[in-house]
């Protein structure tokens, strides 16, 4: 079932890797079917050479096991959480990557120093809060995507597709999961160039709001021009 | 029509992906044609991996689309300017390299802290101004070059043949766009050399006036002995 | 002899390589037979390119080599005194990669910062201390070994897979070779995240334990529950 | 004529690029012929894909050009002084690696802070003295090799087969031009370790004098233990 979605997800897997994004078999991408209310997602622990399309995992919104099969990646319920929170995106992705974890690491969300985040992220690449004893306890990877989903409580998860766990990793979201894995990308991109901003020039500022918001527009929304007309 | 100089768009653009200074569909890379005032410029948003030379996009000086294809590179007002700024150079690079991006986002030149720099660049790399809100706010690609040639108006933009833009990115240029896609890559790595060279010693100075002066003697103007004799 | 264990032994000294965690005939690998007590390891400063199954060396647990052919590693005996220490070990794995063995360098231990690290390793990757004049001058290497086994007097090595040497680089070990060498590329992510992180945030502190605690159980022990049912 | 020391040459000159020390054009590999007095280098700004070995220009101590061909490389003077420094040297390499040349820049020797260092330079890596305007204006690349022969009037050159020019980049030399290719692949490594190291312990020591004398003496000299019989 879904070979084509399952198809979409076993490429967006292998882009992390392509994309220096994870080492060996960390990192996860799912894609989400909203008509049937079904997730595909990376079975866990499984070597990226090996991975096939017919080894995507197929499960229902609360995680049940479609197909006889592999076992889901152990993040499932995060992505899960992160389908139900925001009813817009159709990919979700996760990875260690190295700048992006380190801020994550370090507590912090990557502030918007230029128009190369801007281009994508619209404002701070949040940091989720740490999360308490009881939360690790019971239900972690479902409470993790509850962190996350607290970030966007009060704006909109389309406009900034990605966070930062503390002290984890990354999530990036998107309209498709190879969406998801691009803006996974930025993300670490994005990262690094924070990171040697303020190393750099320490006390540095975030770039001014109007030019941050003029590049998003360029790309997205009603008066974007990026791009070719018949493409986004 | 130009189908020779489209080639040289093309392989300067792929050539910037090779050299690990573009992500995704990032930077571009233009040629002039001075004698019909025409330039030759990437197509707006399409993945190099599918860019054909017949892709590159044509337009006057005024930016007008000279045949039926494709949107060009909407950093396209950015280069034109540049073309008449500077009216001896023949092609203009732009990328988001990371070291030179994050002197920009820090909002500080590239000091020249040695010699490969002297080699290609006659003192520092500057960074332009911040952009008012009106500047952002219309027209805002073409005041981006604006922005650049101020900071050439009493000096000379081919002995330092590139700049980051505040906040923004890299453009450099050249006699041809092959040399300016050479430029924009020797920019990234003193960028990065003068990144580590704060860092192991702050409050470092910029190497002495007169060895600068040598090496970029030695490669440029009339006593310059580096090369073959019938080579540049 | 031991046909099937030199080619894991030379599998896993490639795949060093491969993870860019050596240049040249850096770093080696070894697996041991416990059954036979013969220890298989990488010759000494042969090139990569050129190394086969069969020159791998076989030894007994005192270092005699048991057929005619190439001299082992120089740090054969630090391999053996990790195999007489840490009983339950398969392999053993020494690399100079860069991260990791600036903090031998700076003579500190890799905080657990994330779960990344933890995920593999409970708890900080410790240093050894110092060694002495005498420990320096004579059976240098066997010494070597001593001051790692002093790390995990009171501790599991198998809970902390890996450690660094003060001024020197990194040992890690696992069930098997192959293992050995996973842990040594995951001890150089860490270490470079933790870099990062550091300088991004002076005086971060450790991951709270119960994040890293839930991560390590994750993954290690009867509770486990990443990866498939009949792979670990 | 010395085809087959073109050979070695060109081969030096491409490692170079392998390795990651030399972007374009940049850096350069010789080697003497001790019995003829001549010397092998590489051509002046000639593209390394390009390279055959027939281009490799033979000149004299003196600099003459003994065939009809290229121009040789314009640091061509300073690796004749080396050779005449250096007497026991039998091959020249020069880089503006990214580390090394960062320590150049800021005026900075390479601390011995591990072993890794320790197992090819006997001690800190030295940085040239700015050099005057005088030696800058006349004979520029012959009082390069002199500034780097003063370095070493007290010393041996081959328990330190290299060094940082200040402002400029790096020299490495050995008994072949393999073998200073390879010193100044060490060299690199040691610099981004020494760079990371400092990041990671402000104010942070060379290592013990003991150990650092224990690892080269390992390597070099008539009580070397590491590699095969056969072969260094």
Redesign the interface.
Known sequence: MLEKLKESVLQANLELVRLGLV??T?GNASAIDRENGLVVIK????AYINLKAEDMVVVDLEGHVMERG??PS?DLPTHLELYQSFRQIGGVVHT?S??A????????GIPA????HADYFFGEIPCSR??T?EE??SS?ERNTGRVIAELFQHSDAQAVPGCVVR???VFAWGLTVDQAG?HA??LE?CA??????????PG?RP??A??LE?HFR?KHGVHA?????E?Q
Not at 43 to 46: A, H, L, R, T, Y
Not at 101 to 108: I, L, V
Not at 192 to 201: C, D, G, R, V, Y
Not at 225 to 229: I, N
Request: glycine share 8%; charged share 15%; aromatic share 18%.
């Open positions: 080492l060996f960390w079975p866990s622990g499984v592999m076992q152990s260690h190295q700048y974890t380190s801020f994550a690491q370090a507590g912090r120093y230029g128009t190369t740490a999360m004893a690790i306890a972690y002290n984890h990793g691009y990308a930025v991109y690094k160039m924070a990171f040697l901003t303020e190393q750099l020039s540095v770039a001014d109007c030019l003029k360029r021009y990026y791009g070719q007309k493409k």
